[in-house]
């Protein structure tokens, strides 16, 4: 699953800490998140795309690697 985490951090100049803090996890999720390790829950997917005020499709992208 693909995202825009780091990308929409940036514009908010939210820290990774911050940004964890504000959906209730660890950093180290955030870092995970960013880095495509880990998928998030649907309740995490949408607590992040809300504090970006985004649908949750415009911040998480499933990649099945079938669309062109």
């Given amino acids: 699953m693909n995202n825009r985490i780091r990308e929409l951090r ?3 100049d939210l820290s ?4 964890a803090q504000r959906v209730g996890v660890r950093r180290e999720t955030i870092v995970f998140l960013e880095k495509g390790k ?3 829950s649907l ?3 949408h607590d992040i795309a809300r504090t970006f005020a985004l649908p949750i499709e415009e911040v998480f ?5 079938s669309r062109p």
Wanted: proline content about 6%; some cysteine.
């Fill in 16 to 19: 990774q800490l911050e940004l």
């Fill in 61 to 65: 992208c499933f990649d099945d690697g």
């Fill in 43 to 45: 309740r995490l997917a």
């Fill in 38 to 40: 880990y998928n998030p």
């Fill in 10 to 12: 940036a514009r908010l």
